[in-house]
């Protein structure tokens, strides 16, 4: 979901959280692609990215560490109840996730917990053939004029 018109920057400019689902087996690079492709789909420079989340067991592969050290951006292991938490916001729903985690897709919900009260979804997850990816924008980035 891309809202209407630019979507303003966070101070620093950095103020997208992109949520990594992934498969084990999944090279780092395939994270990379994908994450490149999901900023230029939701029209977003890369230099706004300002994190990367995953699920809480999942932060310690080596693929998603890498790729969130290629990026030059921290990692956010979201524990199990901070996805739950979000998933009424989720629109995607995966029977697979739902039934092993409980929410319809980590992608959307890390994102979503990672970026914080009142975020809001940029773009619903895509998918590569082992990984998925959801931007979400921080609520304290948008502004609203006076």
């Known amino acids: ?3 209407d018109g630019p979507v303003p920057a966070g101070p620093g400019g950095a103020d997208i ?6 498969r084990h ?3 780092p690079a395939e994270i990379l692609a994908l994450v490149a492709q999901a900023c230029d789909a939701a029209g977003l420079p890369p230099a706004r990215l300002a994190r990367l ?7 310690g592969e080596p693929a998603i560490r890498a790729a969130a050290e290629t990026l030059g951006c921290p990692l956010d292991a979201v524990p199990p109840e901070a996805l739950i938490a979000v998933d009424a916001d989720v629109p ?4 697979r996730i739902e039934a092993s985690r409980r929410i319809g897709s980590v992608a959307e919900a890390a994102a979503l917990a990672a970026a914080g009260p009142g975020a809001t979804l ?8 082992g990984a998925t990816c959801a931007l979400a924008l921080r609520a304290q980035s ?5």
Do not use: K
Request: hydrophobic content about 40%.
């Open 142 to 146: 948008v502004t609203q004029d006076p």
């Open 25 to 27: 087996a999944t090279p």
């Open 92 to 95: 995607t729903r995966s029977h």
């Open 1 to 3: 979901m891309r809202p």
């Open 122 to 129: 940029l773009l619903r997850r895509i998918a590569s053939a």
């Open 53 to 59: 989340a995953t699920a809480g067991d999942r932060a």
């Open 17 to 22: 959280v992109a949520g990594i689902g992934f």
